[in-house]
């Protein structure tokens, strides 16, 4: 149980374009879902946090405009980076919980490498 | 400032061999400690978790962890390592009663057959 599909698995966009990464809860509803973004040989960084049917709470330094996240379901969120350039190239990971202050650990989705050319 | 480290990024076992992986974290508060572990391919599962309670817990595919509260840490180990444990192992806290994990940086763990 407790499973969350992330899809594409890998994406390759021209810069200045824009990609949408979906992640989705396939056998529970997810009121919150976060998404993360690790760099090379760093740690999982917290990017934001979506509540269903509401607006996503994003981390300081994390532009709100560029990384447009919509969570309009219980079981699907999506994070769209708009305008992509370079440096915007990272591996992006969705997890989801059932419950925000759940005592167990969340699930986590496979991730999404994104490569922006 | 809050935070997590794992002081080994990489680590190289032959089978059978015993592990053991740091994880320090600062943080002020009471906290819930997480291991995850993320197979080559695969997303982030979790290993282990502490709450409250013995300070040594049990995981999944015989890993073990103990938190030491005077020292602030939850190191991982494993009295023998499989081929089949290469992966790389995140350490997480998160504050008692909030959603956000803070993760370390990772170790690689590659088992030599």
């Known amino acids: 149980g407790a499973v969350v599909s992330q899809h594409p698995s890998r994406v390759i966009c021209k810069s200045g374009t824009s990609v949408k990464i979906e992640c989705r809860s396939l056998?529970?509803?997810?009121?919150?879902m976060f998404w993360y973004r690790q760099f090379p040989k760093q740690s999982l960084m917290l990017m934001a946090t979506?509540?269903?049917?509401?607006?996503?709470?994003?981390e300081q330094g994390v532009e709100k405009d560029k990384f447009l996240i919509n969570h309009a379901s219980l079981t699907l969120s999506t994070l769209t980076v708009t305008s992509a350039h370079p440096e915007d190239s990272s591996f992006y990971i969705c997890?989801?919980?059932?419950?925000?202050?759940?005592?167990?650990?969340?699930?986590f989705g496979s991730g999404t490498r994104l490569t922006v050319v | 400032a809050q935070s997590v480290s794992q002081h080994n990024h990489h680590v190289i076992l032959s089978e059978a061999a015993s592990l053991e992986l740091g994880c320090n974290y600062s943080?002020?508060?009471?906290?819930?400690l997480f291991w995850y572990v993320q197979y080559p391919g695969q997303h982030l599962q979790l290993l282990l978790k502490?709450?409250?309670?013995?300070?040594l817990v049990k995981g999944i595919k015989g890993f073990e962890a103990e938190f030491i509260k005077s020292k602030f840490s939850f190191n991982l180990r494993k009295p023998s390592v499989q081929w089949s444990d290469t992966a790389e192992y995140f350490c997480?806290?998160?504050?008692?009663?909030?959603?956000?994990?803070?993760f370390g940086t990772g170790t690689r763990l590659k088992v030599l057959a």
């Open positions: 997890s989801a919980s059932g419950d925000q202050y759940t005592n167990y650990g969340y699930t």
């Open positions: 979506s509540n269903e049917g509401s607006k996503a709470t994003y």
């Open positions: 943080y002020g508060g009471t906290v819930n």
């Open positions: 056998d529970f509803q997810a009121t919150t």
């Open positions: 997480a806290v998160r504050g008692s009663g909030t959603y956000k994990y803070i």
């Open positions: 502490y709450f409250s309670g013995d300070p």
